[in-house]
């Protein structure tokens, strides 16, 4: 009988976003066991599961945009088996979406070309820490260059992290009111949709890039989606819903 690929999007948030993207294809392979599903196996001396992975996360990193795909010895039913497989995953590891490959289908990763990321800070002057990181990303939008420096064990390394930057936004959401802005929910909300191709830019050498060591680092940093940059923010690869770049706000945000 014919194997069957099938690609899914999933999340990775909670106590999992610790786990390292070496112990992933274990995680994997004990949920597809315990919910008896048919995986397909490699052949050779260590067989294991065909599950790939296009992106590895950094660990700490939350995400709402993992994506794999899922190769099964024989077809399954996908809505009633997916979500079987889903209730036997950490908490923290949903599956969200997911899409039967069709012969000829282009590669995952060729699906994956942008990512969307979000860094948020929870703050007391979210709204002024909003203007400077709206003032700081227009003119890094407007360079040529932006260069940053990586701290490495074998020695520093620049980097231009402008060409991987496709889009910027920042919102400021205000709080319910009622109470000061760090209990209320006031936070600083950055979006940034960042190239896949091309060399590696992470959060991280973005922050670098809009911070001149006065802005603390973000307590949340999430990966939402992967897919297509449009002007709206990022076409899904999956489902082919567009996930905005710029977030609804509160009427009194600034």
Known sequence: MQQQRIRIRWTKQGRTRFVSARDLTSVWERALRRADLPIAYSEGFTPHAKVSFPDALSVGYESTGEYAELTFAVPIAPAGDLARLSATLPEGMDITTYLEVPDGAPKLARMLRATLWEQEWPSADAA???????????????????????????????????????????????????????????????????????????????????????????????????????????????????????????????
């Open 128 to 254: 002024a820490l909003a203007d400077l990181l709206r003032r700081r990303s227009d003119a890094l939008l407007a360079a040529d260059r932006a260069e940053v420096v990586r701290h490495r064990p074998d020695g520093d390394r620049t980097i231009d992290v402008r060409p991987a930057i496709l889009a910027l936004a920042v919102s400021y959401r205000a709080g319910s009111g009622g109470g000061d802005a760090t209990t209320d929910g006031a936070r600083t909300v950055l979006r940034a949709v960042l190239r896949n191709d091309g060399p590696t830019v992470r959060p991280h050498d973005l922050k670098a890039a809009l911070s001149h060591d006065d802005v603390a680092d973000p307590p949340i940093t999430r990966r939402v989606a992967q897919g297509e940059h449009v002007e709206q923010g990022l076409r899904e690869a999956l489902s082919g819903q567009v996930e905005p770049l710029v977030l609804d706000v509160d009427a009194e945000a600034a």
